[in-house]
């Protein structure tokens, strides 16, 4: 049975703040000031859990608003961004796979949330996915690009999907101990986006662009 997993909260701490200085990082790419530079950082942040909370359990206020560290790891994650983001850039690959760890503890966090709201499995595979990849949507959606999610390119919801899957199979179907499945979820979605960053695997369109790349053969 999928329950509450007992994440420590510095993994999720530690993942809100990563996903805050990857929406920092955007905004001064844009050439926000700082009320668009803290505001895109909090959506790319805390984005996912607020749908979560919002539109789906719907159990009084969101959680990360109950607990001002996950403001505070906000405006962290923003000075971060703010002070060395031309040594950030040269990090890309290193916060590529602190993103993948968070991508997987956000997806499993959320699909164990959404099924102790009552929800069926498979509303908690959604739910769970979109809690891992909902901040960047919102994120790309207000700079006004195309969502990442939505493009050919690295594996990325399907790494968070398949996390997800992964805990509920082992939670719900294998009965495996809650924290080994939670590992076992959160270790598949690194280990696809890693595989996928490592050797450039990459989705590809359903229609080529005219003059483009078919599908592979």
């Known amino acids: 049975m999928i329950r509450t997993v007992p994440i420590p909260i510095a993994v999720d701490l530690g993942a809100t703040f990563v996903f805050s200085i990857t929406g920092a990082i955007s905004a001064i790419r844009k050439h926000y000031d700082p009320v668009g530079l803290f505001f895109l950082a909090m959506a790319c942040a805390l984005g996912g859990a607020l749908i979560r909370d919002g539109l789906f359990i719907q159990q009084g206020p969101p959680a990360v608003m109950k607990d001002g560290r996950y403001l505070l790891m906000v405006v962290a994650g923003c000075l971060v961004a703010w002070l060395f983001h031309r040594q950030v850039r040269r990090l890309d690959k290193p916060f ?53 999610v939505f493009k050919p390119g690295q594996f990325y919801l399907l790494a968070a999907f398949a996390g997800v899957g992964a805990f509920a199979l082992a939670g719900d179907f294998l009965a495996l101990p809650l924290l080994l499945a939670a590992g076992i979820g959160i270790g598949v979605t690194f280990l696809i986006r890693f595989l996928s960053i490592h050797f450039g695997w990459k989705t590809v369109a359903v229609l080529p662009p005219p003059g483009g790349p078919g599908p592979p053969r």
């Open 96 to 148: 590529l796979l602190l993103d993948a760890l968070g991508t997987g503890a956000y997806g499993v966090f959320g699909a164990s949330k959404a099924y102790e709201a009552g929800l069926a499995v498979a509303a908690c595979l959604f739910v769970g996915t979109l809690n891992a990849v909902g901040g960047g949507v919102i994120r790309d959606v207000l700079v006004r690009e195309e969502p990442l």
